[in-house]
């Protein structure tokens, strides 16, 4: 993976798959505490206390098409490579949390990416499930989230090319613009 | 700041359009790999590339969505198009060119891109 928005990306397909109905992205970022932590938290099937411990193990998969399970062992490693933490919280029928943190200005933290992409692929490949995205920069945020479009577009599907275009720039828009105001 | 306002527009301007799409018959299916391997090998740019085409040239009746690892994951990204009474068509090795080469000749023009399936790659 070369950006963390990938790794995003691939650990959200994991809450899709789990049939979740919302699916909570997070990313903070922190210059004063030195700190950047991702958190996909999802409303899905959750795992068992047996899963759990087993699927930070690249050889560990529930799959049936293939021996091997990359997704979670890749965010882990990228998190651990820059001296910061990952954790898996979950219980059956309530769902799963994932959270990851970076040293932010460690130089084997990949960069976050284009998470615009990474959110507008989630809306657009699984229309019926509903995204939050926050984005923290220091102090202040904003967020994504698709109930609140949904409302706005009265039936207008939210997989249409022009809406995905509106959610890109809005999250695009509002990152950078937070990311200005602090310097 | 983008405003909701902005969103308040577009969907004023969409549902004007509604209604002139046709029903699903004839529906051409394209389906992009997004697991691990597939993303790690450019799923994702691909996928934004065949939706960016195809809004482009207002084609109707595509639908681009995703799907897991299909067990070819040296082959990745891996984009298989669907239509209704044709053989399915998997096309391997995808960039956003090809993607775009793909909706040219295939989507718009029925002729599959050889060069780029899995049996010219496979050879």
Known sequence: MQELSLNVLDIAQNSVRAKAGLIEIAVEEDCKRDSLIITVKDDGCGMTQEQVQRVTDPFFTTRTTRKVGLGVPLLKMAAEMTGGSFSIRSAVGEGTTVTASFARSHIDRMPLGDMAATICSLIQCNPDIDFVYTYRYGEQSFAADTRQFRQVLEGVPLSEPEVLGYIGDFIRENTAELQTNQG | ?123
């Open chain 2, 1 to 123: 700041m983008k405003s909701l306002a902005e969103l308040q527009a577009l969907r004023d301007k969409m549902k004007n359009n509604m209604g002139i799409r046709s029903d699903d018959t004839g529906n051409i299916r394209v389906v992009v790999g997004m697991a691990t391997c597939g993303i790690a090998a450019g799923a994702r740019p691909v996928l934004q590339a065949f939706t960016e085409e195809v809004a482009k040239r207002n084609l109707q009746n595509i639908t681009i969505t995703q799907t897991g690892c299909i067990g070819i994951c040296q082959y990745e990204p891996v984009v298989e198009v669907m239509e209704p009474g044709k053989e399915k068509v998997t096309y391997v090795k995808m960039t956003p060119e090809k993607a775009v080469k793909v909706v040219l000749e295939h989507l718009v023009n029925g002729n599959v891109v050889a060069e780029y399936t899995i049996g010219a790659a496979a050879k």
